[in-house]
Structure formats: structure tokens, C-alpha cells
């Protein structure tokens, strides 16, 4: 079984350009999570999807992050434009209702 | 709101040895769903061991094995004869049954297992 995939692995870019990280969920699961990890806040729920609509996007840290998802196979976070203090691990996630959720393995971001 | 607690920022025991971590949690709930992650160095986030807060038996699996308190919203997790490979960032997590599906985590605690 394949689970959530995420890429790319590592991300290296310039402060100000456009970042755009994906997920590809686990077939069949009707819920997708992207989080933030940081040292100092630990791990952040940015938005999650529920078949596909945005649910709850409350933890969007301002309007420089957008998120879609455009079916059921596909999700993207972008960051746009990109600043230093964007840099950490975002995780995305996918379950089925409240069954335990998947996490990918992370894209690990700089911005210098 | 929900909440979870770890008050344990590190730990470190001797390889063999049994270890607990502490997680507590904040909920006016009765029915909702507990969790333990794992991660380690590698960075992935791997669930450890899962618990329906209905099911008064605590779960197990293989050498990792929980002490639910639901009174006392306590959940701590039980690691035995512990191993190298069990080093890692430990998360506790909390979830409702109630069609609020974000998971609350716990600031984790970082567990490292000596030789």
C-alpha cells in the first residue's frame, strides 16, 4: 500500500519566491491535513480538507498561504511570496473519518 | 477547546529498561479517540498505538501498551524492554468522535534510549 506521498523531499529557495509543496493522499481517504512543524511551536494544523472542500483553514498563518485541493488524489500548499520565517517541516495527512491519520514524510523547507 | 499535555520534555532510559510517558488531556467530550506518534530521527510521524475512549481495556501492541484513565483524562504510554530503535519524539494526541476531525497534539517528549 502506498501512503501519502508528499515532494518534494527538501525545498531550498530565496526569500520572496513562490513555494508550492504536494500531497498525494491515500486512495480512498476522504480527509487531508496539512500541518507545520517548528521548534519553537511544535506541530501546527494549518487546513484540512474534507472530500475535497476546504473545512477549517483557521491555522493559515496569513494570506501569502493558500491550499487546494482539486480532487481527490491532489492537494497543494503554496506560499507566496516566501519569507525566512516560513522555514520548517509541513506534513500532510489523510484518514478516513476518524480513523488514525497517515502523515507523509514531510517536506522540509529553508527560505534564505 | 481540547488540550492535550506532555510534561515531559525529555526522557532517556537504558536500553532493556521500561519507560513511561505522560500525556493528559482536556475535554468536555465522553466519547472521542487517543493516540501515540512516533518521530523519530528520520522525521516521519508513525502512529504508535490507538485508544477509543468507550473501550475501558487498555491497548497494547507488542511492547508498547497504554494506561487510560478516563476520569482522570490520563494517557500514558508504556514502552518495555525498550530499544535503540525506539528513540524518537514521542505525541500524544487527542481527536473527537464528533465530526471535528483535527487532531490535538501534545508538544511531544523527546525520548532517547542509552546503550
Known amino acids: 500500500d502506498a501512503g501519502v506521498i508528499q515532494s518534494p523531499r527538501h525545498e531550498v529557495t530565496e526569500m520572496g519566491q513562490e513555494v508550492t509543496l504536494r500531497c498525494k493522499p491515500i486512495?480512498?481517504?476522504?480527509?487531508l491535513f496539512w500541518y507545520r512543524q517548528t521548534m519553537m511551536r511544535g506541530l501546527e494544523l494549518l487546513i484540512y480538507?474534507?472530500?475535497?472542500?476546504?473545512?477549517?483553514d483557521s491555522g493559515m498563518p496569513e494570506d501569502r498561504f493558500s491550499a487546494k485541493m482539486p480532487n481527490a488524489s491532489f492537494s497543494t500548499l503554496k506560499i507566496q511570496p516566501s519569507e525566512p520565517r516560513d522555514s520548517a517541516v509541513y506534513f500532510c495527512?489523510?484518514?478516513?473519518?476518524?480513523?488514525?491519520?497517515?502523515f507523509g514524510d514531510g517536506t522540509r523547507l529553508s527560505i534564505l | 477547546a481540547q488540550t492535550v499535555t506532555q510534561s515531559q520534555p525529555e526522557m532517556s532510559v537504558q536500553e532493556a529498561e521500561t519507560v513511561t510517558l505522560s500525556c493528559t488531556y482536556d475535554?468536555?467530550?465522553?466519547?472521542?479517540?487517543l493516540f501515540w506518534y512516533k518521530q523519530p530521527p528520520s522525521r516521519q510521524m508513525i502512529l504508535v498505538i490507538r485508544?477509543?475512549?468507550?473501550?475501558?481495556q487498555n491497548a497494547t501492541e507488542n511492547r508498547f501498551s497504554v494506561n487510560f484513565q478516563k476520569a482522570a483524562k490520563s494517557f500514558s504510554l508504556k514502552i518495555s524492554d525498550s530499544q535503540l530503535g525506539d528513540t524518537a519524539m514521542y505525541f500524544c494526541?487527542?481527536?473527537?468522535?464528533?465530526?471535528?476531525?483535527?487532531?490535538?497534539f501534545g508538544t511531544g517528549t523527546r525520548l532517547t534510549i542509552i546503550p
Open positions: 485508544q477509543e475512549a468507550y473501550k475501558q
Open positions: 486512495s480512498g481517504h476522504d480527509y
Open positions: 495527512a489523510s484518514s478516513l473519518g476518524t480513523q488514525p491519520q497517515h
Open positions: 494526541a487527542f481527536i473527537s468522535n464528533f465530526g471535528n476531525e483535527k487532531l490535538t
Open positions: 480538507f474534507n472530500n475535497n472542500v476546504p473545512i477549517d
Open positions: 475535554t468536555s467530550e465522553s466519547n472521542y479517540y
